[in-house]
């Protein structure tokens, strides 16, 4: 049996601002609608719009720090789903469920229309670096930095790094 894969990796612009829901059981969930372009070799542009879900804490901090035009990373797989509209039609949709969304620039926050202060930026790199939060588990801590020291008979200057 061979094995399969359902990865994406989007990078692309938010076409609004990202609205917060809850489920039934009350978990955060956010729908998002991101745009990635491509250009053609005789410089034709592109868009392709696509539906980006993300639950819990994701959810939450997208809420947070990102509105219309906001740059963001989005590491997922896609899920088709179908349904029956109100006219007996059966109908599908594509989305990408996040895992991970990263953050690209220092947004506006919502609030005060200006950049997040420094206490919310702190927090905003934390995010960041851990290149969001995935959606069953909180941000990893911060690695501690490992010492190294020189093997016997080695001099520091010849450590490759």
């Known amino acids: 049996m ?3 894969v359902n990865m994406v990796f989007l990078l692309g612009h938010l ?9 039934q059981n009350g978990n955060p ?41 906001s740059c ?20 599908f949709t594509t989305e990408v469920i996040a895992r991970r969304v990263q953050f690209l620039e220092k947004g506006q926050r919502k609030e005060n229309q200006g950049y997040a202060q420094d206490d919310d930026w ?4 934390n995010i960041q670096s851990n290149r969001g939060y ?15 020291a020189p093997s016997e008979g080695q001099q520091t200057d010849d450590v490759p790094f």
């Not at 609608?33 to 696509?50: F, Q």
């Not at 963001?72 to 109908?91: D, F, K, M, P, Y």
């Not at 995935?134 to 490992?146: E, K, V, Y």
Request: glycine content about 6%; aromatic content about 8%.
């Open 15 to 23: 076409g609004r601002d990202p609205e917060l829901k809850y489920s």
């Open 134 to 148: 995935d959606s069953q588990t909180q941000p990893a801590q911060p690695a501690q930095a490992a010492q190294v």
């Open 72 to 91: 963001i990373h989005v590491e997922g797989s896609l899920r088709t789903r179908a349904w029956e509209n109100q006219a007996g039609e059966r109908r």
């Open 29 to 69: 969930v956010i729908r998002m609608s991101l745009a990635t372009n491509e250009y053609s070799k005789d410089g034709e542009e592109r868009t392709e719009w696509h539906t980006v879900i993300a639950f819990g804490q994701t959810a939450e901090n997208c809420v947070k720090y990102l509105q219309k035009g």
């Open 122 to 125: 702190s927090e905003y790199q």
């Open 2 to 4: 061979a094995a399969s």
